[in-house]
């Protein structure tokens, strides 16, 4: 999975709850992403960096917040989780905007 | 705007037979296409990607795709399939070298039947 980890992998939780999942590189990569799985819908940006403290939102950003403190992780906030955010979470990272965007293995996030 | 599409939900093939995968796209500028594969309860695996050059790209585990800008298709296929192939497939494009973003399609569940 290309020196990425993510965690937790399996998380439930209840609605209004805050989240917090984290994403760590050991590849120095500049850019980091967010994304989320859901049936139907493949996969779609949430928030992405290009730099330590530098992030813009992607497509569905809404309910999300991010951080990048450190070059090797970026975190992804659901301040008060709703159940349309259940979803498989990914992140993926790559060296340069030409590059291929590797992925880490998933969070799976269940909120009751 | 860009936008991915993957025409089939699933594909079904008999184990030694060629596949094809469909995917077609639209981007204002130049396409950058990539083919990921997704096996149960695991993270996506880079397949292969077109940037530039020969149309016909080869990529991990055999795959390879045909890029037709004339169609504007980036289908992928495979001589003769295995039953370990069988997963979730998912096309994505990036709009030149300056975009960020990937934007993929809803994945098309390949099944090899033995």
């Known amino acids: 999975d290309a020196g990425i980890t993510q965690s937790p992998r399996h998380k439930v939780t209840e609605t209004g709850t805050p989240v917090t999942l984290r994403c760590h590189q050991t590849?120095?990569?500049?850019?980091m992403y967010w994304y989320r799985q859901d049936p139907g819908h493949g996969l779609r940006l949430i928030h992405y960096?290009?730099?330590?403290?530098?992030?813009d939102k992607g497509e569905v950003s809404d309910g999300y917040s991010v951080s990048r403190s450190k070059t090797e992780d970026f975190l992804l906030t659901l301040e008060s989780a709703t159940s349309s955010q259940t979803s498989v979470y990914f992140c993926?990272?790559?060296?340069?905007?030409?590059?291929?965007?590797?992925f880490g293995p998933g969070t799976r996030l269940l909120v009751l | 705007a860009q936008s991915v599409a993957q025409p089939e939900d699933q594909v079904n093939v008999a184990e030694g037979n060629p596949l094809t995968v469909k995917c077609t796209y639209s981007v204002s500028g130049n396409p950058y296409l990539f083919w990921y594969v997704q096996y149960p309860n695991r993270g996506l695996q880079f397949l292969l990607k077109?940037?530039?050059?020969?149309?016909l790209v080869k990529g991990s585990y055999g795959f390879e795709a045909e890029f037709n800008k004339s169609q504007t298709s980036f289908h992928l296929k495979k001589p003769s399939a295995l039953v370990s192939d069988s997963a979730l497939y998912f096309c994505?494009?990036?709009?030149?070298?300056?975009?960020?973003?990937?934007?993929f399609g809803t994945g098309t569940r390949l099944t090899v039947i033995p």
């Open positions: 590849e120095n990569h500049r850019y």
């Open positions: 993926a990272i790559n060296g340069g905007l030409q590059e291929t965007q590797y």
């Open positions: 077109y940037i530039t050059g020969d149309n």
């Open positions: 960096s290009y730099g330590v403290k530098d992030t």
């Open positions: 994505a494009v990036r709009e030149g070298a300056g975009a960020n973003n990937l934007f």
